[in-house]
């Protein structure tokens, strides 16, 4: 009798357990698209979800735990490992970037820069107006400027004398706000998508520093993303090519992890000043999960990045990115 009721007990764990192994290979899947974005789009955007796939491996492996099942568990490690591997840098002390200690001297230096996407619909521009004058940065970069917006932002006239706006009836109206004069600024286009970018030489306290604003179009379909790509790779050539130290802020519709992102680093020599600083989510600020960075404030290496944080809710769909940096000498 009890030999019959045993199977019978167990059973219904059948199903359970075949939804284990395939809930197991599918995360291993979405882990392994990520490295395969130069073959297809659709494979770069399962990149950006890297934090998601690392809690979906974690939770599987607890499930093993209590359900013991090898074909699962073998494809929860490695994407754990995976996806681990790829995010590491983001909690370990950064390398390219140094360290935080800052004499008091290099003080004087100090760069505050913050990139602030305010969501063209969002027409309560109240909140990001006194978040700014609240923080007062030395340098803004402001994404998604329509007429509305650029209105608003001409009030912050005394505290950012130099301004260059450029609104749009799209999501892609910029703008740049500084303390410091603007020098020779520019509206340029990376791509062929018109969406416009605004490089300018910062005459700031310590010397001049090139100042990139960007915010290229979403990877929604196969030729937006090549589009992306392009427009980043743009970016990171003038970054390069810069005679002075560079920083580039923006909402680079991009995270860390993917082929857009990687292109810009690879072109530009330029370090994602969250490195070592935890992986800093700026979207969709709307909802708690999922939430991945794509908002971003990038540096020369060697620079000292004092603090770089996640800005509060100002009723964008993006939090602020904000960053305190000492720039190397050239």
Known sequence: MSSDASPLRRA?????????????????????????????????????????????????????????????????????????????????????????????????????????NVRR????????????????????????????????????????????IRPRSDNFGIAVLSRWPLVDPQVVVFSDSGFPSIVTTVRGGAGEFQFIATHPSPPFNAPATVT???????????????????????????????LPFRTLVARSGLVDTALGRGVQATWNARYPAPRIPIDHILAPSGTRVVRRVVGPDIGSDHFPVEAELILPAR
Do not use: Q
């Open 12 to 116: 219904p764990l059948f199903p359970v357990l075949r939804w284990l192994d395939a809930f197991g290979i599918a995360v291993l899947a979405g882990t392994v698209a990520g490295w395969c974005g130069r073959l297809n789009w659709l494979f770069d955007l399962a990149s950006h979800f890297r934090s998601s796939w690392l809690l979906l491996a974690i939770g599987g492996l607890v499930a093993c735990i209590r359900w013991p099942r090898p074909t699962a568990a073998i494809c929860l490690v490695l994407a754990t490992l995976g996806n681990v591997g790829e995010m590491l840098p983001y909690w370990l002390p950064p390398k390219a970037l140094a360290a935080t200690g800052v004499a008091a001297a290099a003080r004087d230096r100090e760069i505050f820069v913050i990139s602030v």
């Open 121 to 164: 619909i969002n027409h309560d521009t109240a909140p990001a107006l006194a978040y700014l004058r609240d923080r007062r940065p030395d340098v803004v970069a402001v994404l998604e400027v329509d007429a509305t917006w650029a209105e608003a932002l001409d009030t912050l006239g005394d505290l950012f004398p130099h301004r260059i």
């Open 228 to 258: 992306l790509v392009a427009h980043l790779a743009g970016v990171g050539d003038v970054a390069a090519a810069s005679p002075t130290p560079c920083i580039v802020a923006g909402d680079f519709n991009a995270t860390p992890w993917s």
